[in-house]
């Protein structure tokens, strides 16, 4: 688990599924990691309706294609506003690879661990290098419930099927 913390670069592609108390969606998703940046591209079908959203410290930008491209210092309520839905993009960089935000406290379930009000739950997982990354996953608290299947990940260079 120590390693994953450590690992500078990675990356994956995969399907989300977003549904809060008003709305939900899907779409296909490409993350990027490095130790600087969060690189997030959610897509409909054929690459239709890209989203591109970056951040790199505390500053999220969210490119819509074209002159549309807005930032904002706080990422977490511009990407509230911008999607219709609260999502915790700096902890989910750490969910996603099945890890614990280090800042916050959490209690380990027999699926995954509570953290700041949200559940991670970990449904399947594949293997990757010479260890576990998830496969299928869940992510929710009492109004968002983020599902994401995950087909491919690179670790530092190296691809999973």
Known sequence: ?????????????????????????????????????????????????????SLTGNVVTIDRGGDDVQSSAQPEEFINQQLGMF?????????VVGLPEP???YRDTDVGFNQAGWMSEYKQMQVVD???????????????????????????GTKAN
């Open 1 to 53: 688990m120590l390693r994953l913390y450590e690992l500078g670069y990675w990356s994956f592609e995969g399907r989300l599924a977003l549904t809060g108390q008003n709305d939900s969606w899907s779409a296909n998703i490409s993350w990027e990691h490095s130790p600087e940046t969060e690189k997030i591209k959610l897509s409909g079908p054929m690459g239709q309706g890209a989203i591109v959203i």
């Open 103 to 105: 800042s916050h406290s």
């Open 87 to 95: 999502v915790p993009v700096r902890s989910l960089r750490y969910w």
């Open 130 to 156: 010479d260890g576990a990354m998830p496969h299928k996953m869940t992510v929710m608290n009492n109004k968002v419930k983020l599902k994401l299947i995950i087909d491919h990940w690179v670790l530092n």
